[in-house]
């Protein structure tokens, strides 16, 4: 089976500090998450069908 080519761009439109990765679960990737950058995601697979994407975040809880 041919492999089925994946592009996904991101733009990150805000300085909040808890968001730090974009992690590609089904191509095993994660990536830092800049500010006001775009942020591609270049990869292939042998499957059409869903992908599950994670953004990694820090939270801090206060009082």
């Known amino acids: 089976m041919d492999r089925i080519p ?5 733009y990150r439109d805000e300085t909040a500090d808890f968001l730090e990765a974009i992690v590609f679960v089904n191509f095993k990737v994660k990536q830092p998450f800049f500010a006001f950058k775009t942020k591609l995601g270049d990869s292939a697979t042998e ?3 869903e992908c599950v994407l994670l953004f990694k975040v820090s939270m801090v809880l206060g009082d």
């Open 6 to 10: 994946v592009r996904l761009n991101f």
């Open 47 to 49: 499957k059409e069908g």
